[in-house]
């Protein structure tokens, strides 16, 4: 995770809780369609998140 777009304090606080913050590392598992959640991956759990929250967590791909 590079940054994340969304300032509001209950979503950062939301992200953190789930160590969902610049700097930490993360698997996108999977994109439902049709404006579906996010699946991502964080420490061995897996996390389900709005297509809108993960639309403002910005990151670069790992090549691993």
Do not use: C, M, W
């Not at 994340?4 to 994109?31: C, G, M, S």
């Amino acid at each position: 995770i590079t940054r994340i777009t969304n300032q509001e304090t209950d979503v950062l606080r939301y992200l953190a809780e789930h160590k969902l913050i610049p700097f930490e590392t993360v698997k996108v598992v999977t994109i439902a369609p049709f404006g579906g959640p996010v699946t991502l991956e964080k420490d061995g759990r897996n996390l389900a998140i709005s297509l809108e929250l993960a639309q403002q967590i910005h990151g670069q791909e790992n090549q691993d």
